[in-house]
């Protein structure tokens, strides 16, 4: 009898501990009867594995160990990637880009079905590099500099096309910085300093110029107006003169003294 006893205690004793062991799992969050989903995310209920529901943010119910939830965020996230690319004019190009997206939380189930909680890394990081490289391939080196907008917006809409398809939605898409090898940057200078050294040269032959009209205007006029005496064309010669006495030209000496 006492025998009897002893194994209907052990075996209450181990139901016991086994029923403790699952009360204290199901009270864990995450593992047990219940878990939290924070706002901004949605949550994708499975049973082993396969989906069964998409509930939204709060705590909510589950059954303990044979249920799992996978939080999916869906509110603006931001990614940001160094890509490489070519120009037209096959100049190697390196650039920041980033992008704001958000998750379509009505589509939540299908993102982890088909892609899983990892689609920043499996699906946007390379769709961001691929529509760079498409984008920067139709325009020289020197018009990505000058029409850098115009490579935005290609490259965004090129982007919200391509991830839109995975119900991932396009919010802003930015192109950080440009830049461009040594050589490119040496013969970008070169060109600059010559262009400049060009417009200067042009600034100076046109101020040249008018002056030399203004002066031949301003002569011009004294002439029609009588005053452009010989008299006066000596008096011009003399302001001139560096005290150097000049040879006469044609017997016509340098200075005339008038005589009474």
């Known amino acids: 009898m006492n025998r009897i006893f002893f194994r209907r205690g052990r075996a209450f004793g181990a139901l016991l501990i086994i029923l403790v062991i699952f009360g204290f799992l199901s009270i864990l969050p995450g593992i047990g009867m219940w878990s939290i989903i924070d706002a901004g995310h949605v949550g994708v209920v499975t049973q082993f594995g396969a989906v069964n529901r998409v509930v939204t943010p709060g705590l909510i119910f589950k059954l303990p160990l ?11 996230q931001k990614g ?12 190697e190009v390196t650039s920041t880009i980033a992008l704001n997206f958000h998750l379509d939380g009505r589509k939540a189930v299908e993102v982890y079905q088909n892609i899983g909680t990892d689609y920043v890394d499996r699906i946007i990081a390379p ?3 691929e ?11 020197s018009d990505l500099i000058g029409k850098r907008e115009e490579v935005k917006q290609l490259a965004y809409t090129e982007l919200r096309d391509r991830l839109t398809k995975y119900n991932i939605i396009v919010d802003d898409f930015n192109i950080v910085n440009f830049a461009f090898s040594k050589e490119f940057n040496a013969a970008i200078e070169q060109k600059t300093v010559a262009q400049q050294n060009k417009e200067r040269a042009q600034i100076e032959a046109q ?11 301003a002569q011009k006029k ?8 010989p008299e006066y064309l000596q008096f011009l010669a003399i302001q001139k003169w560096d005290g150097k006495m000049p040879a006469s ?3 016509v ?3 005339q003294i008038p005589t009474k």
């Open 207 to 217: 101020t040249a110029l008018i002056q030399a009209e203004g002066q031949a205007s």
């Open 253 to 255: 000496p340098f200075i």
């Open 222 to 229: 004294l002439k029609d107006s009588g005053s452009l005496t």
């Open 249 to 251: 030209t044609n017997g």
């Open 80 to 91: 940001q990637v160094e890509a490489l690319a070519a120009s037209k004019d096959l100049q």
């Open 127 to 129: 769709a961001m590099q």
């Open 131 to 141: 529509a760079f490289k498409s984008t920067t391939s139709q325009f020289t080196a």
């Open 66 to 76: 044979i249920e799992g939830v996978a939080s999916m965020e869906t509110r603006t």
